[in-house]
């Protein structure tokens, strides 16, 4: 048997009692331990795991929250926002068989408000109309910009 064939069979072969050797401390590890540690050592793992997945979830409704809403005025949605409640809009109306209706606005003249008192005011100019449009409707109704100055 040629050297390397020799080392390579003598590599599996140590391999295999470090497998043996890691199964059998597990294995010991397990039965010489009370049962009532293991299972509480389990069991917090299991309560830190659940803690972290809660709080990645409460962060993620967090971020979902903020891009469902337009960065210049909160109380409305984002485009982003607008398709997700549409969809569940929609899906409302085909179960009960029932009719909506959609208002859509355009901000004539914005551009040259924006470009006249600069995008700071322009910004602050879409927020107000989104305020506008958000207190002269219903709270149930849902009101978003959609792009630029569509509302």
Same mark, same amino acid.
Not at 68 to 96: C, F, Q, T, V
Not at 129 to 142: F, I, K, M, V, Y
């Given at each position: 048997?040629?050297?390397?064939?020799?080392?390579?069979?003598?590599?599996?072969?140590?391999?295999? !009692?470090?497998?043996? =050797?890691?199964?059998?401390?597990?294995?010991?590890? !397990?039965?010489? =331990?009370?049962?009532?540690?293991? %299972? #509480?050592?389990? %069991?917090?793992?299991?309560?830190?795991?659940?803690?972290?997945?809660?709080?990645?979830?409460?962060?993620? &409704?967090?971020?979902?929250?903020?891009?469902?809403?337009?960065?210049?005025?909160?109380?409305?949605?984002? %485009?982003?926002?607008?398709?997700?409640?549409?969809?569940?809009?929609?899906?409302?109306?085909?179960?009960?068989?029932?009719? %909506?209706? /959609?208002?859509?606005?355009?901000?004539?003249?914005?551009?040259?408000?924006?470009?006249?008192?600069?995008?700071?005011?322009?910004?602050?100019?879409?927020?107000?109309?989104?305020? /506008?449009?958000?207190?002269?409707? #219903?709270?149930?109704?849902?009101? &978003? #910009?959609?792009?630029?100055?569509?509302?």
């Amino acid at each position: 048997m040629s050297e390397e064939k020799t080392a390579e069979t003598l590599a599996k072969y140590n391999n295999a !009692i470090l497998i043996e =050797q890691v199964a059998l401390g597990i294995l010991e590890q !397990i039965h010489t =331990q009370d049962p009532a540690t293991l %299972a #509480r050592q389990l %069991a917090e793992k299991t309560l830190g795991d659940q803690e972290t997945i809660k709080q990645l979830e409460t962060e993620l &409704a967090a971020l979902r929250e903020q891009s469902d809403r337009d960065p210049y005025n909160p109380e409305i949605y984002s %485009a982003h926002g607008w398709h997700r409640i549409m969809k569940d809009k929609l899906s409302e109306l085909k179960r009960h068989n029932s009719s %909506a209706w /959609l208002l859509v606005f355009d901000l004539d003249g914005f551009k040259q408000y924006n470009d006249t008192n600069g995008h700071v005011e322009g910004d602050k100019a879409l927020g107000l109309a989104g305020q /506008l449009a958000r207190s002269a409707l #219903r709270q149930e109704d849902a009101v &978003a #910009r959609l792009h630029g100055m569509n509302f």
